[in-house]
């Protein structure tokens, strides 16, 4: 009779000291990034955007703190928004900073829609900080009604 051997419940790493290893790990890495200067974001993180519909229309409000009106531009291709421009520092002068959560530089973010829409029919409003968007559906999108026949 074979004798089975199960490796032992040791040999395997802790979940929570691995998490709090790979946590290490990433504060590590963007340690680097936080500091001071200019960056540009391409990944979608900035600005943050709320997606919703109402009736023909497709809304979008886009958070943009600090952002000046004449550094934005919008440009819409098919069912995709693309949302860039530049959040200018705040010209605090010779400053050494503690801590820097907000920052400066360029964005472009692109926002895939769920249909395509009528660029010519947009309409787009920057106030406080916030920018909000209507955009139309376009004809192809837009629910038929199909008339039913007899035979």
Known sequence: ??????????????PLSEMARLKREMDRLFS??????????TSGVFPA????ENGDKILIHAEMPGT??????????GATVTLSGERKT???GNVSYHRRERRSGTFKKSITLPYEVNAEGAEAHFKDGVLRM???????AKPRKIAIKSE
Not at 1 to 14: E, V
Not at 68 to 77: F, H, K, N, T, Y
């Open 68 to 77: 000046r009106q004449e550094d934005l531009e919008i440009s819409i291709e």
């Open 1 to 14: 009779m074979a004798i089975i051997r199960y490796p032992r419940f040791s040999s395997f790493p802790d």
């Open 32 to 41: 680097g990034s936080a500091g001071s200067g200019s960056y540009t974001v």
């Open 90 to 92: 705040d010209g605090v």
């Open 49 to 52: 955007v709320n997606i919703g």
């Open 134 to 140: 209507a955009i139309p559906k376009s004809e192809a």
